[in-house]
């Protein structure tokens, strides 16, 4: 059974950094693509970072440059290490997995994801 747990999530001011954590358990770790989403209120998920099996990581526009995916392989943890944040990434941020077909910031390859941890970006 494939478990996703985030942590870390919290208020920050702008400008702020957070470090989000997410432990996996009973799935393939190394060879599947490993994503963050989010999504606000009254929006869309959207992907903002995927990690590829390969070690290749891509951003949507939006967080380029501010967000940085990672993972420990020995600990099976996914990190998303954000700074400069902006009261507009404000959300709930979801870890996922899954081996579908597509390129790992697409909605469409993945199968599992977390229950979500809270970000909120305020003065």
């Known amino acids: 059974q494939v478990q996703l747990v985030e942590s870390g999530g919290g208020s920050v001011q702008p400008g702020g950094s957070l470090r989000l954590s997410c432990a996996v358990s009973g799935y393939n770790f190394e060879t599947w693509c490993m994503g963050w989403s989010r999504q606000a209120p009254g929006k869309e998920r959207e992907v903002v970072a995927g990690l590829e099996s390969d070690g290749t990581k891509t951003y949507v526009d939006s967080v380029e440059g501010r967000f940085t995916i990672s993972k420990d392989n020995r600990k099976n943890i996914l990190y998303l290490e954000m700074s400069s944040l902006k009261p507009e990434d404000t959300a709930m941020y979801y870890c996922?997995?899954?081996?579908?077909?597509?390129?790992?910031?697409?909605?469409?390859?993945?199968?599992?994801w977390g229950q979500g941890t809270q970000v909120t970006v305020a003065s």
């Open positions: 996922g997995a899954g081996a579908n077909d597509g390129d790992c910031v697409w909605e469409s390859v993945y199968e599992y």
